[in-house]
């Protein structure tokens, strides 16, 4: 049984790793977000992404929905998720400044840029 518990120790990601993870899985949120030219901005949202160590979002992204939007939002939850998580288990400190809520999103030059 101890043989069963230690290697599960060995298996656990150091901070650094789970760094790496939460910074590819946002990627892949930022790949999915920036994948459409915004030349409407009626097609476009936005969305909170992240997990401060104080409490709410770090911050927003807009997307288009034109894409795959639940797999979208699923993939943000996820990243808000584990976030929340990784602060928690490394006591990551943060600023607890609250980032402004965008009112829309406005298209400038193919690009999603919020309007506040």
């Known amino acids: ?14 901070q650094e790793d789970e760094v790496k993870v939460l910074n590819k899985l946002f990627s892949e949120i930022e790949d999915m977000a920036s994948g459409v030219s915004c030349t409407d901005a009626s097609e476009w949202s936005f969305t909170e992404y992240g ?9 927003f992204i807009a997307y288009s929905t034109s894409i795959n939007t639940n797999d979208f939002i699923e993939k943000v939850k996820n990243y808000k998720i ?27 030059n193919g690009q999603p840029v919020f309007e506040y």
């Open 1 to 14: 049984m101890c043989f069963l518990c230690f290697s599960c120790e060995e298996n656990e990601l150091t």
């Open 51 to 59: 997990s401060k160590a104080c409490g709410g979002p770090v911050g």
């Open 82 to 108: 584990r976030q929340k998580e990784f602060n928690e288990k490394w006591n990551v400190l943060s600023d607890c400044s609250i980032p402004a809520v965008p009112l829309r999103v406005v298209c400038e």
